[in-house]
């Protein structure tokens, strides 16, 4: 090994720390998946050579043979990963082993807790990686040399895993990096060839790249006879995995076991897979995808710039990660790859942009994901139920985004509903239909803030009492999705708390007709209202759907919608006033207390229901302080 020059001296970023301290501790019953995190980076390291010597092929030197070796040293207790791929450069070590450079990482680490058991869980959201090392080396060194970079340009970075790291200069004639692993007491196991060997076949078994170990030299064996049972062998490079890309094989001859064992080395996920769908697509483009849903979210799922998880390949050279064209942003917890022969191999970002080819494939792989979806609520009510609590929230976002699948997605949303009045999301779009009154010809949804809010809103009380079901949306992303999912097979979505109330064929004559006589007798008492309340209100009228309350609050039909206009605020924007309608119950006891008032008291008492209304429809006031001042004196006055 040559003298290494200009030994630096760094510290971990807080976050580094953190995280090799999470590994050590929950990965202790799981230490062999360092190997397959080192064999997939080093495959990557290869994949990423590989393209860029698509469009200068003079990267490769003399070493065009990409492969991955592993070398098990008994003596010195070293097993080391050595790849001929891309390499680094001092900057790129300095910032892929010092730090984690994913926005959202410190939070993510705010959330741990101490507990090991619950904070184990959170380290298969965010991927394990090259930090895996630690898990059974007490001491790493990485000797790498970029493809880009002549062999007096070699850095060396050295760390015992404990707060710091070393990084010098070095001499490196090969490019591309060894990962040499000083192992731990504890990890013997994996200085034995056989053990290395049966975890090579487990997870790199169908990487595209071989992967190959050290063969001794084996003397001719002869028999009694002079015969040659086995040959003489040279010592040699021998390649341990198949070096066959999974998905290009026959589906029938895949087993689960090795689509799992597969999700795991594309997706860095140390859990199955909940799904997977592998298909060759035949006819006008010619595709092959390969695609899974996870168990379990990412920790940065809700970042949506975060990185997509299907990968570009062009026949079965890999392109790019995260390629954003492949899969709509609301399906952006999916994994796997898609592999064409229709594209150049020197496609770029920007071609694949605007591309029919790209376009095709979109399309394609979303069908195929929905489609998958829909075959698991359909086959498994229970796994669906967690997909559902795990990523419905992401596919809320689809009606918006996708409008070409809109009803495709609408059949895979889950709601709470007044049929069961519980908080869990598992009542159907179509689960609604089948329950729908007769003469009933929409459904019925409310949006509050929190699921308490919208169940005890006084909007529902008239729907309750006729019987008829209301969805109930609590989440931030609701109102959001209902503005876009205006019709479901051809039945409009009403929200409750909108606009005028027209039950339809629901409501009899008979009611209709008292209807008309009840606004009839209290149109005195509504100009009174409006005299007390003003420019506070945009109108007053008599309600049809209260029955328990004195009044409520409700949203003109073209007016911006209570939750829509909180979602604006809060992502900062301005939002015009909106003034609601006020509508008065004239059969509650307190409305009929206010006639005998004077116009003073009347007008206090209005100012009241009105408040209160808007504090169940709005959970918040402008004023509250008159609001409190009011209610205190009404109290004394009682
Ligand atoms: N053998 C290698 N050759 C070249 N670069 C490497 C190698 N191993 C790691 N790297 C670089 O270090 C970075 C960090 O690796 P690490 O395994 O921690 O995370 P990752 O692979 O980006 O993500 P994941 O969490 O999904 O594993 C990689 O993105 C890559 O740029």
Request: some cysteine; glycine content about 6%; hydrophobic content about 35%.
């Amino acid at each position: 090994m040559a003298e290494a020059a200009q030994t630096q001296k760094h510290g971990f970023q807080t976050e580094v720390k953190q995280l090799l301290n999470l590994m050590i501790h929950s990965l202790y019953s799981n230490k062999e998946i360092f190997l397959r995190e080192l064999v997939s980076n080093a495959s990557d390291a290869a994949d990423k050579l590989r393209f860029k010597a698509l469009s200068d092929n003079s990267l490769y030197g003399d070493d065009g043979d990409l492969r991955v070796r592993i070398t098990i040293d008994k003596e010195n207790r070293t097993l080391t990963i050595s790849d001929n791929g891309i390499g680094m450069t001092r900057d790129e070590v300095m910032t892929n082993l010092g730090t984690i450079a994913k926005s959202g990482t410190a939070e993510f680490f705010g959330q741990l807790s101490g507990d090991e058991a619950k904070d184990s869980k959170l380290i298969g959201q965010f991927g394990v990686g090259f930090y895996s090392a630690f898990i059974v080396a007490d001491e790493v060194t990485v000797r790498t040399r970029s493809a880009y970079e002549p062999a007096e340009n070699g850095v060396e970075w050295n760390s015992k895993g404990e707060g710091e790291f070393e990084v010098a200069d070095t001499q490196k004639s090969q490019r591309g990096t060894d990962i040499i692993l000083r192992l731990k007491d504890d990890a013997d196991e994996f200085l034995d060839d056989f053990r290395i060997r049966g975890v090579i076949n487990k997870y790199s078994e169908h990487l595209s790249i071989p992967v190959q170990m050290w063969k001794e030299a084996v003397e001719e064996q002869k028999n009694d006879d002079g015969e040659v049972i086995t040959p003489a062998q040279d010592a040699r490079w021998e390649t341990v995995n198949s070096g066959q890309a999974l998905w290009t094989r026959d589906k029938a001859d895949i087993s689960d076991e090795e689509y799992k064992e597969f999700y795991k080395t594309v997706a860095h996920d140390f859990d199955d897979p909940l799904l997977w769908s592998h298909n060759k697509v035949e006819g006008t483009h010619e595709y092959t995808s390969l695609l899974y849903v996870p168990k379990r979210a990412p920790w940065d799922l809700w970042n949506r710039e975060q990185q997509q998880g299907v990968k570009l390949y062009v026949k079965r050279v890999f392109i790019m990660d995260d390629a954003e064209q492949l899969m709509p942003t609301y399906l952006r917890f999916v994994k796997g790859l898609i592999d064409t022969n229709d594209l150049p191999l020197n496609v770029s970002r920007e071609i694949l942009q605007d591309n029919k080819i790209t376009r095709s494939m979109r399309n394609g792989s979303t069908k195929k994901v929905l489609q998958m979806l829909k075959k698991l609520a359909k086959d498994d009510a229970e796994q669906y139920q967690g997909f559902w609590d795990t990523f419905g929230n992401v596919l809320k976002e689809g009606p918006a985004e996708d409008s070409g699948n809109r009803e495709r997605i609408a059949e895979l949303l889950r709601f709470a509903s007044t049929h069961t009045d519980e908080q869990t999301q598992n009542v159907s779009l179509d689960d609604y239909l089948e329950r729908m009154k007769e003469g009933q010809d929409k459904i019925y949804y409310i949006v509050a803030d929190s699921f308490e809010a919208a169940k005890n809103n006084p909007a529902l009380e008239i729907f309750r009492k006729k019987g008829i079901e209301v969805l109930l949306l609590s989440e931030r992303i609701d109102e959001w999705l209902m503005s876009h999912l205006t019709e479901f097979k051809e039945k409009p979505l009403q929200s409750v708390t909108r606009g005028d109330l027209d039950l339809g064929d629901l409501d009899d004559e008979e009611d209709k007709a008292e209807q008309e006589k009840s606004e009839e007798a209290f149109k005195a008492q509504l100009e009174r209202f409006e005299k007390a309340l003003g420019e506070r209100v945009k109108k007053v009228r008599v309600t049809h759907r209260l029955t328990n309350s004195p009044a409520c609050i409700i949203t003109d039909d073209h007016d911006m919608s209570t939750q829509m206009a909180k979602l604006m605020e809060a992502a900062g924007q301005k939002v015009p006033e909106t003034k609601y309608i006020f509508e008065v119950n004239p059969d509650h006891p307190l409305v009929v207390k206010m006639q005998g008032k004077n116009d003073e008291e009347f007008a206090e008492w209005a100012q009241v229901l009105l408040d209160q209304a808007t504090l169940a429809e709005r959970g918040n006031l402008k004023d509250p302080a008159s609001f409190v001042a009011r209610l205190n004196k009404l109290m004394l006055n009682a």
